[in-house]
């Protein structure tokens, strides 16, 4: 096949494995990793079927320079020419060390240097198209493509929360109006006019894009449930946090990776749970000093909490509550959190009770909306269950499980968006250029086009129905 | 000659190609037919209907102009024929981008038909004959000739069906109902029962016409008057642009005012779309004055255009106010609008309903599926309009002739002409009312624009024979100056000098800062070919429709670049060709409602199966597999 688009995917699964690989396959796969991969040699001379050593690099745009970036990764990459391959077009495969986190880096910078998604099961698809399988394989393929496709769509769609999918519902309808409007003036002169119409739509996309641009960040956010929840464990000193950490470590052996995160003393443990990850930021690194940690700590823990997706804080309940609590209480009760009162297996002077009032009084009456809060006993690791089972609740919705192709679709999610954002980008600037505004709805149905791929709808004959449907043609 | 008992006599002298019905498509299918060397016969109920406009006296508009000059670049008809007939012309769409210009001409019918009528009379190979044709004959699903209402039989190799709205056709008003086709014409009431026999699906489509007023009884001074362009544009790429130069006829403007609604809303119960009486779908982009005020309840005014019918009549027609309510309400709601308080009526407005066939049951060659020779064209097969029935009787008319010859058929694509839209369209999309063409249905609008129809399709319409080598050799030359021009101006450089500025002050352009082509000057929005003349002094003389082509080139070219990246992507899902013979009940992989659907459309391409609708992505990457396999084996 010639001129295919070039496509990328994590080919190991998205468990924490020591290594991980990305392919991509297509006409520009030397372009592209050439971009950003630094070595001993430009790759696009490269002799097939070698391995080369280097660094993947963040990718800079033409004309930029990202100033002393670290490299993302130490990296061997197989440099394999068409037609001797899988898919029988070029193929780079870039062996990394595994883990979610730079796996995904080095997919998104390779997307952000030209290559597309992989739709599901198309590595396969093109190894097919390309005649690198026989009868037999092919049947088996079929099967294959079908269930992932199958799962790829119901996943997607499922994994988007109603009010997302009712934003882009929203979005597309605003689009197709509009874009139904200037094609009933060009179809109809004489009785509709467009004239001047830019400034209107100017508004429109100026709002459109604001909500896409809330869209895309929060699809870093839907991200994070896949790629692990960003936890945060709160509580005083004594109260058990370290204990906790090591029952959940020590029950499950899952910790693959010590990722150092973006701040240099805070140690990143990730810990699976009943196919929910959580990367647990420990605050002990910070407390070396006992002296100030009531203060320095709830500072530096507070910075923490405000940007994490959970916070899990541990209470002594052997102990009364004092003013330190309530400060950690005014962190927690707006955030995601879980209260566990630990030491159940002492005598307990706090009950869920006092505790619900004191956060009742704290938020002076205002929410009703309750706090989880578990008994536990790190000490004889009882009501561990319990823990994993309100986290479900709290973020799992229906039945999706973790894996690679769920991962991907989101990636898939939020280039549509950002495809659905450049196409708007592009009606600004037509609108900018003063272009004749037959050249808007151009670049308005791409963007309708690629929100359509989020929420697994198709164009067809959505534009001349709207047209008739809303606009009064002559004749 | 011998008479048998049941007066069914055969003609001896067999015809390679019957046309059934000389609207706007069997003129084109017979015309092609007959130009391509083919003994062909046209059919009509009248002689005098031939070209007949029974709707609006214009041809062209808004991507209708697109079809009519594709058509001409193909070497059809219509183009010419309106060139010559044409009372007033208008550009439509000016301040818009070149994608969506579009011509549009007021015709006088009565000329245009019998100039058309006389271009086929003087049709080598080409004959004539006023009779009903009653059967289809076909043995083994192969067109063996017609039979006509007299009984006599005409065998032929290969039947193009070009029936329009003739067919069991009924117009209606209030509670008037005739048995007529438009204008009061015969209908053709026998031919639906042959071809439902052949297994051809029938559908019911209706469409509407408004009244003919009485030029004598308008007060024109109440409306606001319509001019045609200062320079005029033909149609057709042959006719010299001086002979279309010619003092043109005046539409007139007026509106509807709440006066109306309220008359037609009063009476909206007898009106036969609202009592149930017309059973037709009827065409939303079309909608009869009642409709408009039922479904834009909102609006407090529509507009009316009033339109002469021709030079040598008094009958205008009443744009913007087709309706089937009955003839009491149709003087009141006409009379009430501005100018029209003394309108007599001429000819009512009505309804007409008619059958045709649902088009997924035809190739993308025309063709019928299950009848082999069998071929049809125009509103038979579900469209609207003479611009969409012309194109398509154009290509039934060559592919039956093609079929005939032995030679490769004639199927252009999407990414080619506004016609592969319209087919392509026609033939795998689900249709509940009359096809009308659209600029918004062509996804490459930017390629497809009707200033370069030729440079699309003339080089296709020289090799299917309807394109002389002098008119192909003159579109060699076009390109050749204007690809000449575009290269030399990407390599002439202007500096930062005096003139420079100051021309492009004149324009209110940004100034030079350093060197740059004259094709990136022209690349402004601000600036053109012609702006940059005093910087250009090696330039040469050329004819203004190369100077277009350049403008366009340059100014849109990032665009053009884009659109045709997009096309490159479709042109690869076309090319796969799904093998002819393929059973889809085979693939075990695809979906039922998949099966059932490429089974009965039968697509082409896998570029046509992923545009039916109930065909999913999914069910694409199975077919493409399963096609895989096949050809290995």
């Known amino acids: 096949m010639k001129n295919t688009s070039t496509i990328a995917a994590i080919s190991t699964g998205m468990t924490n494995s020591g290594i991980g690989i990305v392919r991509m396959s297509g006409d520009e796969v030397f372009t592209i990793i050439d971009k950003i991969f630094k070595g001993k040699m430009k790759l696009s001379e490269a002799p097939s079927h070698t391995i080369h050593h280097g660094y993947i690099m963040e990718y800079e745009p033409e004309g930029q320079t990202l100033r002393n970036q670290p490299p993302i990764d130490e990296v061997l990459v197989m440099v394999m020419r068409a037609p001797r391959t899988y898919t029988g077009e070029d193929t780079v495969e870039i062996d990394c060390h595994g883990g979610t986190f730079v796996l995904t880096q080095i997919l998104e910078n390779v997307i952000k240097a030209g290559a597309k998604p992989a739709e599901p099961g198309e590595f396969t698809k093109r190894a097919f198209l390309n005649g690198k399988m026989d009868l037999s394989q092919a049947e088996a393929v079929i099967d294959v493509i079908n269930s992932k496709n199958e799962y790829a769509l119901k996943s997607s769609i499922s994994q988007l929360k109603g009010s997302v999918r009712n934003k882009i519902t929203d979005i597309r309808n605003k689009i197709i109006y509009h874009t139904a409007f200037i094609e009933t003036a060009l179809d109809d002169p004489e009785h509709i006019s467009v004239d001047g119409y830019g400034e209107t739509l100017k508004g429109v996309v100026d709002e459109i894009q604001e909500t896409l641009g809330e869209l895309i960040d929060s699809a870093d956010d839907g991200r994070t449930?896949?790629?692990?929840?960003?936890?945060?464990?709160?509580?005083?000193?004594?109260?058990?946090?370290?204990?906790?950490?090591?029952?959940?470590?020590?029950?499950?052996?899952?910790?693959?990776?010590?990722?150092?995160?973006?701040?240099?003393?805070?140690?990143?443990?990730?810990i699976q749970l009943q196919g929910l990850s959580l990367n647990v930021i420990d605050t002990a690194g910070i407390r070396d000093t006992e002296d100030i940690i009531e203060k320095m700590g709830v500072e530096k823990a507070k910075e923490y909490a405000l940007n994490a997706d959970l916070i899990i804080y541990v209470v002594d309940a052997s102990r009364e509550l004092d003013e330190n609590d309530d400060e950690i209480l005014r962190i927690v009760f707006d955030q995601k959190s879980i209260i566990l009162l630990n030491k159940s297996d002492l005598n307990t002077i706090i009950t869920k009770e006092i505790l619900q009032k004191r956060i009742q009084k704290l938020r002076n009456n205002e929410k009703n909306e309750e706090i989880p809060a578990i008994s536990i006993s790190t000490k004889e690791e009882s009501g561990i269950k319990e823990l994993e089972n309100v986290l479900k609740t709290m973020f799992l919705h229906g039945d999706i499980q973790m894996n690679d192709e769920v991962y991907i679709t989101n990636i898939r999610q939020k280039t549509a968006l950002q495809d659905a954002y450049e196409s708007l980008q592009k009606v600004l600037i037509s609108i900018e250029n003063q272009m004749p505004e037959d050249f808007y709805s151009i670049d308005l149905m791409d963007a309708y086009e690629s929100l359509g791929n989020i929420t697994g709808e198709t164009v067809g004959e959505d534009l001349a129905n709207e047209i008739f449907s809303k606009f009064c043609m002559g004749k | 000659m011998k008479y048998s008992a049941n007066s069914v006599w055969e003609n001896k002298d067999p015809y390679d190609i019957v046309v059934i019905g000389a609207g706007h498509a069997g003129c084109e299918a017979a015309l092609a037919s007959a130009r391509l060397g083919l003994k062909t016969m046209i059919f009509t109920v009248s002689v005098e209907s031939i070209a007949l406009m029974p709707c609006n006296p214009n041809i062209g508009g808004s991507s209708k102009g697109h079809l009519v000059r594709e058509l001409d670049a193909l070497g059809g008809e219509m183009g010419k024929v309106i060139d010559r007939t044409f009372i007033q012309s208008k550009m439509l769409n000016q301040s818009k981008g070149p994608a969506v210009h579009s011509l549009r001409a007021q015709a006088d019918k009565a000329f245009y038909s019998r100039t058309m009528r006389q271009v086929l009379e003087n049709q080598e190979n080409l004959d004539i004959k006023q009779m009903e044709v009653t059967d289809i004959l076909a043995e083994d699903g192969k067109i063996k000739g017609v039979q006509t209402y007299s009984g006599a039989i005409y065998s032929c190799r290969a039947v193009v069906l070009c029936t329009g709205t003739y067919l069991r056709a009924r117009c209606i008003y209030g509670e008037v109902s005739m048995q007529t086709g438009p204008n009061g014409l015969q209908p053709a009431n026998h031919l639906t029962s042959s071809l439902e026999k052949l297994g051809i699906q029938m559908y019911r489509f209706k469409t509407g016409t408004p009244a003919r007023l009485d030029k004598n009884t308008i007060d024109f001074s109440k409306m606001e008057e319509q001019f045609g362009d200062e320079h005029v544009q033909p149609f057709s790429f042959t006719t010299d642009p001086e002979d279309v130069q010619i003092s043109q006829a005046s539409c007139w403007l007026t509106y509807t005012n709440e006066t109306t609604h309220d008359i037609i809303r009063a009476n909206i119960d007898r009106s036969p779309l609202y009592s149930g009486m017309i059973e037709g779908t009827g065409p939303r982009y079309c909608p009869s004055i009642e409709d408009k005020v039922v479904k834009f309840a909102d609006k407090k005014r529509h507009q009316v255009f009033i339109e002469p019918e021709g030079l040598n009549t008094n009958e205008m027609y009443v744009g913007?106010?087709?309706?089937?309510?009955?003839?009491?309400?149709?003087?009141?709601?006409?009379?009430?609008?501005?100018?029209?308080?003394?309108?007599?009526?001429?000819?009512?407005?009505?309804?007409?309903?008619?059958?045709?066939?649902?088009?997924?049951?035809?190739?993308?060659?025309?063709?019928?599926?299950?009848?082999?020779?069998?071929?049809?064209?125009?509103?038979?097969?579900?469209?609207?309009?003479?611009?969409?029935?012309?194109?398509?009787?154009?290509?039934?008319?060559?592919?039956?002739?093609?079929?005939?010859?032995?030679?490769?058929?004639?199927?252009?694509?999407?990414?080619?002409?506004?016609?592969?839209?319209?087919?392509?369209?026609?033939?795998?999309?689900?249709?509940?009312?009359?096809?009308?063409?659209?600029?918004?249905?062509?996804?490459?609008?930017?390629?497809?624009?009707?200033?370069?129809?030729?440079?699309?399709?003339?080089?296709?319409?020289?090799?299917?024979?309807?394109?002389?080598?002098?008119?192909?050799?003159?579109?060699?030359?076009?390109?050749?100056?204007?690809?000449?021009?575009?290269?030399?101006?990407?390599?002439?450089?202007?500096?930062?000098?005096?003139?420079?500025?100051?021309?492009?002050?004149?324009?209110?352009?940004?100034?030079?800062?350093?060197?740059?082509?004259?094709?990136?000057?022209?690349?402004?929005?601000?600036?053109?070919?012609?702006?940059?003349?005093?910087?250009?002094?090696?330039?040469?003389?050329?004819?203004?429709?190369?100077?277009?082509?350049?403008?366009?080139?340059?100014?849109?070219?990032?665009?053009?670049?884009?659109?045709?990246?997009?096309?490159?992507?479709?042109?690869?899902?076309?090319?796969?060709?799904?093998?002819?013979?393929?059973?889809?009940?085979?693939?075990?992989?695809?979906?039922?409602?998949?099966?059932?659907?490429?089974?009965?459309?039968?697509?082409?391409?896998?570029?046509?199966?992923?545009?039916?609708?109930?065909?999913?992505?999914?069910?694409?990457?199975?077919?493409?597999?399963?096609?895989?396999?096949?050809?290995?084996?």
């Open chain 1, 225 to 270: 449930i896949k790629e692990g929840i960003q936890t945060v464990i709160l509580g005083k000193p004594n109260a058990g946090k370290s204990s906790l950490l090591n029952v959940l470590t020590g029950k499950n052996r899952a910790i693959v990776t010590d990722i150092a995160g973006t701040t240099r003393d805070v140690l990143e443990e990730q």
């Open chain 2, 320 to 633: 913007g106010m087709s309706s089937s309510l009955p003839e009491d309400v149709q003087y009141a709601m006409y009379r009430s609008v501005p100018g029209l308080e003394h309108a007599k009526i001429v000819r009512n407005a009505y309804a007409i309903e008619y059958d045709c066939i649902d088009a997924r049951q035809l190739k993308s060659t025309l063709e019928f599926k299950k009848i082999s020779g069998l071929f049809s064209g125009g509103q038979f097969n579900g469209s609207s309009g003479y611009e969409e029935a012309a194109a398509q009787g154009f290509v039934a008319g060559v592919n039956a002739a093609k079929m005939v010859l032995g030679e490769e058929q004639l199927v252009l694509d999407r990414s080619e002409a506004y016609i592969g839209v319209l087919i392509d369209d026609l033939v795998t999309k689900e249709s509940h009312e009359p096809y009308r063409m659209m600029t918004s249905r062509a996804e490459y609008r930017l390629l497809l624009r009707q200033d370069n129809a030729d440079q699309r399709l003339t080089r296709i319409g020289y090799r299917i024979g309807l394109i002389d080598e002098k008119r192909y050799q003159k579109l060699i030359e076009k390109e050749k100056m204007i690809s000449d021009e575009m290269e030399r101006l990407e390599h002439v450089y202007v500096g930062t000098t005096e003139a420079v500025q100051k021309l492009l002050e004149q324009y209110e352009s940004t100034p030079l800062t350093s060197g740059i082509s004259l094709a990136e000057l022209i690349r402004r929005p601000e600036l053109s070919y012609e702006a940059v003349a005093p910087l250009d002094r090696e330039r040469r003389e050329l004819p203004w429709d190369v100077i277009e082509q350049i403008n366009i080139n340059i100014k849109y070219d990032g665009y053009i670049a884009r659109q045709k990246r997009q096309v490159e992507a479709f042109k690869k899902m076309e090319t796969k060709k799904i093998p002819e013979e393929i059973d889809y009940n085979e693939i075990q992989s695809l979906r039922i409602e998949a099966k059932q659907k490429l089974s009965e459309i039968r697509p082409l391409s896998v570029g046509q199966a992923s545009r039916i609708s109930g065909v999913s992505p999914a069910d694409i990457s199975v077919l493409l597999v399963y096609m895989e396999q096949y050809y290995k084996k």
